[in-house]
């Protein structure tokens, strides 16, 4: 069965600090999805990346960067310079391809990050 | 774009009674989730459909809880009778397959569900 640990419970930094949130999963299958998501005081669940598992390029968008790494079964994500805007919720999350798993996603418990001014 | 669309936004009931929660997915998407986030459970899948028809619904916690989907554009989610332990956000997604797995979810804003 799949699953994705998320250590970090809660992350608190100060404005324009770097923070790296994460990720560790198991699964059995050969081809699977990862993903992050973002969940602010509001309470949406907003999509930030995917993953497959035959694609292990880190990826960067503005300040975020996902970091892949299949030896270690890790899907890390860093904030550069962060902003309060920042703060929320972030979820890590596995999909595997095979079967009834198809899309259905395993979440993390999720990371409390704090971005104070 | 219009996104995914739940009713209503927050729902406060007594115990015993019947809940019924509403869900229009993304147009175009085949593929529909229900979802409940607790403190204690995380976020956990109830169920999901394809183009209409349930595949999975292994999380859903007791015969209390049922689901339907009768045309593409609207989905409920209803618990009869309703107990204190089923109060948790409740989130509805859709994605289109495309035949792969990597098609993100887009969340709905939730339903946060109060029984008191």
């Known amino acids: 069965a799949q699953k994705v640990t998320q250590a970090q419970t809660e992350i608190s930094v100060v404005e324009k600090e770097d923070v790296t949130l994460d990720c560790v999963y198991e699964?059995?299958?050969?081809?699977?999805?990862l993903f992050w998501y973002k969940q602010p005081p509001s309470g949406e669940l907003v999509f930030l990346i995917r993953?497959?598992?035959?694609?292990?390029q880190n990826e960067i968008s503005g300040r975020y960067s996902w970091n892949f790494q299949k030896s270690t079964s890790s899907f890390n994500f860093t904030i550069t310079a962060s902003q309060v805007v920042d703060s929320a919720v972030y979820f890590c999350?596995?999909?595997?391809?095979?079967?009834?798993?198809?899309?259905?996603?395993?979440f993390g418990q999720g990371t409390i990050l704090t971005v104070h001014p | 774009d219009a996104g995914v669309i739940q009713s209503p936004r927050h729902e406060v009931t007594e115990m015993g009674q019947e809940v019924t929660l509403r869900c229009k997915p993304i147009?175009?998407?085949?593929?529909l989730f229900w979802y409940r986030q607790t403190m204690m459970r995380g976020l956990e899948l109830l169920i999901y459909?394809?183009?209409?028809?349930?595949?999975?619904d292994s999380g859903m916690p007791e015969d209390r809880f049922s689901a339907k989907m009768p045309n593409a554009s609207f989905s409920t989610l209803k618990i009869q009778p309703s107990e204190p332990r089923d109060s948790a956000v409740y989130f509805c997604?859709?994605?289109?397959?495309?035949?792969?797995?990597?098609?993100?979810?887009?969340f709905g804003n939730g339903t946060r569900l109060t029984v008191t």
């Open positions: 147009s175009g998407h085949d593929y």
């Open positions: 999350a596995l999909s595997e391809e095979g079967g009834t798993s198809y899309g259905k996603l395993t």
């Open positions: 993953r497959n598992s035959f694609d292990e």
């Open positions: 459909f394809n183009n209409n028809v349930p595949i999975d």
């Open positions: 699964t059995r299958d050969t081809t699977y999805y």
């Open positions: 997604a859709s994605s289109t397959g495309q035949g792969r797995g990597d098609s993100p979810l887009h």
